[in-house]
């Protein structure tokens, strides 16, 4: 979409609250900047602990009819097709999407409300290069009358065509840059049929559906409201499309060609593409974070910054790093000098700083600080002495807003050395 070749996110969050439109669950949804290869990742703030659900393939699940919904473990999200669509639209790579409901608000059936929103707070560009789902060959899916094909392009393009008894059949290609999403795709509104409404209503759903959110088309193809263009119907067809495909991170560089397909069709699709190898689910366990790169997030300095690299990390997750001794360590002047060996509560300091690391490093906030809360269940396993390299892997096991429980060991060689259980507050630097 564009010419834009780094990764973005928000210049600042925003919030947008509503009614959502299958479950009618008041709903209000903070959208924040989140760092490089982050991807996008939707928070239950209404969930003890704040649970994590990624976008991705393998967390799509087929819960409600007509909607795009993702489950990771017990927590589910649903009808996320028009904030995803309004991200890939804004070419937003990595956010955090805080919600304290199951799905997110209606609004007016589009995904203009927002883009108005991202427009509002603008871009931040990284200096990393966006990743795409890139074809070398034709890739399709066929079942009975449906069909979605990409075409190996240097672009994004879009072909899409509709049809259903109650209105002619609607046809229309686009080539997704920028101003083409936000004029002429974000608008299109979601409609449904009047003889839809009372088995959707028999299933549970559409409980949060009004006139204001919801174009409903009559047998005789008049609509309850004035349309926003005359193909709108095929227009909110390819805002959904381009909602489903986000869930494989990001966009293709193909043409898309889509006949008649939905929701269901187009997740299918996604997990197909991560089936064979179509998209590239590498992540940051292959990216190395220098010393500099790690005094960026920590404000640790010599002689207290314990970390000299961290040689793996998942956003959310986990870290392993590397400390190494040496005989000039000032911990080693008074601490046995004659027979040195490194204090177990500084490999246990170690341990905390690569936590507060890992947690500063997804929230991408500079003004704040990570502190030890608890320490539990220390171990001590094996001396540390000078010319080891401790490796420290830590475990975020359960979050909530500000504060995390982690679980961490040290080890030197394959023997474990240390091992603790301890929380991290997070504050700002007042």
Known sequence: MGNVESQQTLQSEITISGIGLMLGEQVEVTVKPAPVDYGIVFQRTDIPGIPNVKVCPENWVDVIPRCTSLQQGDVTISSIEHILSALAGYRIDNAIVEMNAQEP???????????????????????SPRKYI????????CEDNKQLLFIPSDTFEVTFAYDHPNVSPQFATWEMSDENYINEIAPARSFCFESEIEALQALGIGKGASYDNVVVVGTDGETSSDLRFSDEFVRHKTLDLIGDLYLAGYLPRARVVAMRTGHTFHAEFVKALSENGLIDFSNNADQIVEAQDIYRILPHRHPMCLIDRVIEYENGKRAVGIKNLTYNEPIFEGHFPSQPVMPGVLQVEALAQLGAWLLLHEIGKEDQLGYFRSITNATFRRMAIPGDQLRLEIEIVQRRRNLARITGEVYVGDALATEAELSIALASED
């Not at 209606?106 to 200096?127: N, R, W």
């Not at 890139?134 to 899916?141: D, G, I, L, M, R």
Request: no cysteine.
């Open 134 to 141: 890139e074809v070398s060959e034709p890739f399709a899916v």
């Open 105 to 127: 608000p209606a609004l007016d059936g589009s995904a203009l409300p927002y883009i108005q929103k991202f427009q509002e707070v603008g871009l931040a560009q990284s200096d």
